[in-house]
């Protein structure tokens, strides 16, 4: 036993450095075949004989002198699984070296007669699978990783899969089972897709059609069977459950993603778009929580289109176009989302108690200099849910719905998500406008809070396009304005709840416009059509901003001021429903109206001597000096298009395309002196407020005061950004063209100067 597991360590090391094999082949071949399990799945002793075409005798080559021994190995038993474990490791370093190019030839050529001629043994295969019944877990693990990669392998030489293969996985596929073999079935399948599309030098098309073609059926008939089961009732689901659905969830990516990156068209690829709501009643059953997070996230990225795209990026070639079903399968998708969210699916999401992470961290991630959260809040499953909502809702609005049907949607799904958000948000954050919780649940995820920001601009579009169509009187549009306010979908807010995050930073902005990884070139190019279209609002809401930000300075001030004296309560609060129609209701709950300290100052006040460099000075938030959280990936989108799967379809470049799309003519909007409606000139500080503060936060030398209110410092920001973008383009230093875009940019300072000199 000893001298057959030295050959195999000394085989191990030459494989491993990849050195060509002297020896005859078939002595090879036979250390390397492994033996047949015995009942309870481990190895029995190795056998003398070889089954294998073109082996006959025994294996035997001393492993001193490489040359014939007399006997065979005997007293093998008692160390077989140890055996068993060498050879599948030997197994797997050469398929990886028959498959490198660093390789030498000779050496890669010996390494594929052996590999060839073990797969032609009518049960290799069948040894391998027995195994995945081994009581040693480890044992089962390392011959599910050997086989997925020996099927990787005769797809790579084109060598057609073994019928003792395809009839284990339509075995384990028929029916739902709670075994080890199906676990191990599903791991082999997404291992095999995932050396697939790790290959950057082969057909992976041809590879995964030929893969796929015998197994379509068997995938949506274990589909159904396992998503028909009736866990509902259970107290708690088994280790093999929990397995089962991890697996065939990470299956279902890999097949979605063969659809978006592959020009494939299986059955298997659109099954869970087919039956979206068997999927989403796993949310529902006692399943471990972490399971759960893991299919809200995947319906996350189906919605997004960007299914398998940590696996994908840098290996795959662009996305294919999208099919003729796709359209018809998103909406599915969506619809089904809001039926569930309907009947409770919020209820049945578990989101105290964070998982841990390495390092002790918490599943939400880090929590920001300044900022506090509330325990056990898994912030990931809140902005995942937040943002499955937010885009089922556009998606369903951009295929068929009234203005009537999606104002009523929008009211009780918008109403249910802000409802079950604010238990989880900081009691801060909680008394804010509605529209802010956007910019607070994605503070550490920027590319889902651009996706989130930019489907609810694209809500707000459509409805506003749908009420421009119908002609509908003022008094309707006024009250449709209050309720993408109470509903917390308004752009304006949101994009004004973005800039005081980082701090009116416009070097933040340069950095999400050169970068690629998130949407935020379609995004902000279509917001600043829409607020050259609409100036007239944004000034209003900016004018809530200040006030909001004003009454929170008199009570700093006026803490100051009185030495210690209790603070005064009352507070003036100035509702924007007031603002944009004083016949609307204004019992809006005070919670939502009032601003938040912790939030920047819309107003400095500052000395004479540094009132010039304060203008051009960014105030930054405690999160502007903090890089936002990295992110994986997030694929890039047409300028313009709704669609989440037409956009990331376009083979040319996102900057290029939304450069050219901005150079759409763009008009101020006729109603802008209707909805720029007047409001009370916004106070500087109150009368008792006797020391004003520096921009620093100091006490400034005199009483001097200077305002700098939202709108000034956005359309400043807008300015530093339009100064930075063509410097970088005179250097030629900027990835793109951004001629259009710094059109864009400048007509936004010629309408504000318009408006101030008017």
């Not at 995964?208 to 259970?234: G, H, I, W």
């Not at 890999?254 to 796993?282: E, G």
């Not at 578990?350 to 912030?379: I, K, W």
Request: with cysteine.
């Amino acid at each position: 036993m000893d001298d057959f597991l030295e050959v195999l360590e000394q085989l191990y090391k030459k494989v491993l450095l990849g050195a060509a094999l002297e020896h005859d082949i078939q002595d090879y071949v036979c250390y390397l075949n492994p033996a047949w399990p015995d009942q309870d799945g481990s190895t029995a002793s190795c056998s003398a004989r070889s089954d294998t075409p073109g082996v006959r005798g025994k294996c035997h080559w001393s492993p001193a002198t490489w040359r014939p021994a007399s006997a065979a190995p005997v007293g093998l038993r008692s160390r077989a699984p140890e055996t068993a474990l060498l050879q599948f490791t030997v197994v797997q370093v050469m398929v990886a070296r028959a498959l490198s190019v660093d390789t030498a030839f000779q050496a890669k050529e010996r390494y594929r007669e052996i590999l060839k001629i073990l797969l032609q043994s009518s049960d290799f295969d069948s040894k391998l699978t027995c195994m995945f019944q081994s009581s040693d877990k480890l044992l089962s693990h390392m011959a599910a990783k050997c086989l997925a990669l020996l099927l990787y392998f005769r797809l790579k030489e084109k060598i057609m899969l073994s019928n003792a293969w395809i009839a284990f996985c339509q075995k384990n596929l028929s029916e739902y089972s709670e075994n080890e073999e199906v676990v191990y079935c599903l791991y082999t399948l997404t291992a095999v897709i995932k050396e697939i599309f790790k290959d950057t030098r082969s057909q992976k098309t041809e590879i995964l059609k030929q893969f796929l073609t015998p197994l379509d059926a068997a995938f949506e008939v274990f589909y159904n069977s396992l998503f028909s089961q009736r866990f509902e009732n259970l107290q708690d689901t088994s280790k093999i459950a929990n397995s089962l659905l991890i697996y065939f969830l990470e299956l279902l990516e890999l097949l979605i993603a063969s659809r978006i990156h592959l020009k494939l068209q299986f059955t298997c690829q659109r099954i869970f778009f087919s039956k979206p709501p068997c999927l989403l009643r796993v949310i529902t059953w006692p399943i471990e929580a972490f399971v759960k997070r893991k299919f809200i996230i995947f319906i996350k990225k189906c919605l997004l289109w960007k299914v398998g795209e940590d696996l994908c990026r840098g290996s795959v070639a662009a996305l294919m176009p999208p099919d003729q079903h796709l359209e018809g399968d998103m909406l599915a998708v969506a619809d089904a989302v809001l039926q569930a969210v309907g009947s409770g699916l919020l209820k049945a999401l578990s989101v105290r108690g964070n998982t841990s992470c390495f390092g002790g961290g918490g599943s939400g991630g880090e929590v920001q200099p300044g900022r506090e959260r509330l325990p056990g809040a898994d912030h990931v499953l809140l902005r995942a849910a937040s943002l499955l909502i937010v885009k089922s809702l556009e998606i369903k609005f951009q295929n068929r719905a009234s203005a009537k049907e999606m104002k009523v949607d929008l009211q009780r799904f918008m109403s249910e998500l802000l409802a079950f958000l604010k238990p989880h948000l900081e009691p801060s954050v909680r008394s804010q406008h509605p529209c802010g919780w956007l910019s607070q649940v994605f503070i550490e995820q920027d590319d889902d809070m651009l996706e989130a920001a930019k489907a609810s601009m694209g809500i707000f579009l459509k409805l506003s396009r749908e009420y421009e169509a119908a002609e509908s009187p003022t008094q309707e549009r006024e009250l449709w304005h209050h309720d993408t306010h109470e509903n917390g979908y308004n752009p304006h807010c949101i994009f004004l709840f973005f800039l005081k995050n980082i701090g009116f930073d416009s070097t933040v902005l340069l950095d999400f416009l050169i970068s690629s990884e998130t949407c935020f070139l379609e995004y902000f190019v279509r917001y600043l059509k829409l607020l050259l279209k609409d100036w007239g609002t944004f000034l209003t809401i900016c004018k809530d901003f200040d006030v909001t930000g004003s009454n929170e300075s008199m009570n700093i001030c006026s803490c100051i001021s009185s030495l210690g004296q209790d603070r005064s309560s009352n507070r003036t609060e100035f509702s924007l429903l007031a603002a944009l129609g004083g016949h609307r209701n204004a019992h809006a709950p005070a919670s939502w109206a009032a601003g938040t300290a912790s939030e920047p100052q819309s107003q400095v006040v500052v000395s004479p001597e540094t009132h010039a460099t304060s203008q051009t000075r960014r105030l930054s938030s405690p999160y502007a000096s903090q890089s936002l959280v990295d992110y994986d990936s997030s694929d890039d989108s047409e300028v313009e298009s709704t669609n989440p799967c037409l956009a990331n379809s376009e083979q040319t470049s996102l900057h290029q395309e939304a450069t050219k799309k901005t150079q759409d003519p763009v008009g101020t909007s006729g109603d802008e002196k209707e909805l720029s409606l007047e409001l009370p000139s916004r106070p500087v500080f109150a009368k008792e407020c006797n020391t004003p503060l520096s921009a620093a936060g100091h006490l400034a030398p005199d009483k001097t005061v200077y305002e700098a209110g939202i709108s000034h410092r956005t359309v400043k920001c807008f300015e530093e950004l339009r100064g930075a973008i063509h410097r970088l383009q005179k250097k030629n230093l900027f990835p793109y063209n951004p001629t259009a875009l710094l059109k864009l940019l400048k007509q936004i300072e010629v309408i504000r100067n318009k408006s101030t000199n008017a």
